[in-house]
């Protein structure tokens, strides 16, 4: 009922997300992954369809069902989440990486399963592309919405990444605060400063945030 009563602050608006976490693999049953339920990521995608916009959702492996309106695309590591990403970019007028997307993957990917034996063995890893600062780095990039999960120091390193990666928007918690769990705690940093959501449940922290970004768009055309 809620989402009727709303104004639609999206409508006309096309927006890409990522969620999730990746998964790299090391050989065909094992790899290297983030902690990452996704939930915050396809709350969000559900808030921009209540909001009235065009939703694709690029999905690293969760167990989650796909919002209804929400355009799935699965992928498993970040390179497949780049190529998707990328495909999926023209025509969007938003961008929200919300993703736990891992930083780095093995240089190797062993054909067949790595058998145990030596005492210590060692993995070498190449860095990963940071999809969020290509797509931002774009000269017709869309909005771009970053995400930054911190352990500590939430403010400085959040703002950090928004000027880092050129973002107009950051939204930053504290792991403590929202990993894995039904809710969240978040904080929004952009041009003008830094705004505290009311803590909720994943969707009305979602909502909350879409209302920001409906607000950053608007003031923009003004
Ligand atoms: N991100 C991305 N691609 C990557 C890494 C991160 O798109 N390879 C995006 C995430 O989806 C998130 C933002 O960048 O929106 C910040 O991710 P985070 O891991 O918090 O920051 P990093 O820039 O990777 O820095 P670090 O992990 O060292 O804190
Ligand atoms: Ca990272």
Do not use: W
């Amino acid at each position: 009922l809620r989402a009727f009563l709303q104004p639609k602050r999206l409508a006309g608006r096309r927006v890409l997300l990522t969620a999730g976490p990746t998964f790299e693999a090391l050989d065909p049953v094992r790899g290297l992954t983030n902690s990452s339920s996704g939930r915050m990521g396809f709350a969000l995608a559900q808030a921009c369809v209540e909001a009235g916009a065009e939703v694709t959702l690029v999905a690293g492996p969760v167990a989650l069902p796909t919002p209804v309106g929400v355009t799935r695309i699965d992928v498993t590591s970040a390179l497949e989440m780049r190529d998707a990403v990328k495909s999926a970019l023209a025509g969007r007028h938003i961008f929200i990486a919300v993703a736990a997307v891992a930083d780095y993957r093995p240089a190797q990917s062993a054909a067949h399963k790595i058998k145990k034996g030596a005492a210590t063995l060692t993995l070498e890893l190449v860095a990963n592309p940071d999809i969020l600062a290509e797509v931002a780095a774009l000269p017709d990039a869309p909005f771009c919405v970053g995400f930054a999960a911190e352990s500590r120091n939430l403010d400085e390193f959040a703002e950090g990444k928004r000027r880092a990666k050129k973002l107009p928007l950051v939204v930053g918690n504290l792991v403590q605060d929202g990993l894995g769990g039904e809710t969240n705690a978040v904080t929004l940093f952009d041009e003008a400063g830094s705004h505290v959501l009311p803590p909720g449940d994943k969707l009305t922290v979602a909502r909350g945030i879409v209302e920001h970004i409906a607000g950053m768009l608007s003031h923009a055309q003004d």
